[in-house]
Nanobody, 124 residues
Framework: QVQLVESGGGLVQSGGSLRLSCAAS????????MGWFRQAPGKEREFVAA????????IYSDSVKGRLTISRDNAKNTVFLQMNSLKYEDTAVYYC?????????????????WGPGTQVTVSS
């Protein structure tokens, strides 16, 4: 089992940047593919990005490709989401999640563990 806690959210102007972090407890972090999802008010939760167990491969949603970058540090049990060129439509609660089954899944059904989320608000 792994516990996840996100940090780094906040209020930023359109075009600005934020870096989200997700710290994981336990000694088995490298056994999990990690993902970021987000949920905007009145909308369903959507996939943002995922990274493989080794960190060697990543996948992104089309809406964030080229602007957001996922990375991980297995020695520090942490996954990151660097967010550049932020847009108003990026406003959402961002969740990190751990997937024990397969690398780089876009389906939230395969993610067994979730953090409580961190709010990102982009002003227009």
């Amino acid at each position: 089992q792994v516990q996840l806690v996100e940090s780094g959210g906040g209020l930023v102007q359109s075009g600005g940047s934020l870096r989200l972090s997700c710290a994981a407890s336990g000694r088995t972090f490298s056994r999990y593919s990690m993902g970021w999802f987000r949920q905007a008010p009145g909308k369903e939760r959507e996939f943002v990005a995922a990274i493989s167990r080794s960190g060697g491969s990543t996948i992104y949603s089309d809406s964030v490709k080229g602007r957001l970058t996922i990375s991980r540090d297995n020695a520090k049990n942490t996954v990151f989401l660097q967010m550049n060129s932020l847009k108003y439509e990026d406003t959402a609660v961002y969740y990190c999640a751990a997937n024990p089954i397969s690398d780089n899944s876009v389906s939230d059904l395969l993610y067994a563990y979730w953090g409580p989320g961190t709010q990102v608000t982009v002003s227009s």
